[in-house]
T-cell receptor, first 115, second 114 residues
Framework: EPEVTQTPSHQVTQMGQEVILRCVPI?????FYWYRQILGQKVEFLVS????????KSEIFDDQFSVERPDGSNFTLKIRSTKLEDSAMYFC?????????????FGDGTRLSIL | AQSVTQPDIHITVSEGASLELRCNYS??????LFWYVQSPGQGLQLLLK??????LVQGIKGFEAEFKRSQSSFNLRKPSVHWSDAAEYFC????????????FGSGTRLSIRP
């Protein structure tokens, strides 16, 4: 069964540095998402992306964050000038165009540790 | 405001016992409903989903959930739990739209007593 893949599985970065989290969504999917889960807390929506533009973003997704689909397969989340509170598990998800038949499929996540 | 409530933070059941995890949602309309499971250090795996039709839905690993519109609930059940069911369980909702986000509950941690 096709999967959403995320790399790296664990990223350690110094505070103030930029980090890029990478995701390869399922190949025929059209909608892409990033979520965040701070340790011990619930999963929170960050941003949705469709047709090469952001569809919706949460309050968390401020100017520090950006997303990009640089080619036909990758979907990236960039965090500029990282802060300690950015430490979390970041999940990528994708789905095809019809929510009724295809719910979001999640990757295994990237654990981001800011030192 | 849209919300999902899982009132039980942590539940412990004996292996072989039945299980029910509670979930209530607050929405203006009936949303799409999901249960996801997360094992330690792992990603989110979809257990089951409800979109319409039969209010009792069957999922993977022997789980089922029942949608009750009058109670705005979508409780997850399993007749006999196994030690491998120990994990975090998240109830989630989504409104239908072309790019609908998922809103997750705070999760219920399930421990299995041998």
């Amino acid at each position: 069964e096709p999967e959403v893949t995320q790399t790296p599985s664990h990223q350690v970065t110094q505070m103030g540095q930029e980090v890029i989290l990478r995701c390869v969504p399922i190949s025929n999917h059209l909608y892409f998402y990033w979520y965040r889960q701070i340790l011990g807390q619930k999963v929170e929506f960050l941003v949705s992306f469709y047709n090469n533009e952001i569809s919706e973003k949460s309050e968390i997704f401020d100017d520090q964050f950006s997303v990009e689909r640089p080619d036909g397969s990758n979907f990236t989340l960039k965090i500029r000038s990282t802060k300690l509170e950015d430490s979390a598990m970041y999940f990528c998800a994708s789905r095809s165009g019809d929510l009724a038949n295809q719910p979001q499929h999640f990757g295994d996540g990237t654990r981001l540790s800011i030192l | 405001a849209q919300s999902v409530t899982q009132p039980d933070i942590h539940i412990t059941v004996s292996e072989g016992a039945s299980l029910e995890l509670r979930c209530n949602y607050s929405y203006g309309a009936t949303p799409y409903l999901f249960w996801y499971v997360q094992s330690p250090g792992q990603g989110l795996q979809l257990l089951l989903k409800y979109f319409s039709g039969d209010t009792l839905v069957q999922g993977i690993k022997g789980f089922e959930a029942e949608f009750k519109r009058s109670q705005s609930s979508f409780n997850l059940r399993k007749p006999s739990v196994h030690w491998s069911d120990a994990a975090e369980y998240f109830c989630a909702v989504a409104l239908y739209s072309s790019a609908s986000k998922i809103i997750f509950g705070s999760g219920t941690r399930l421990s299995i007593r041998p």
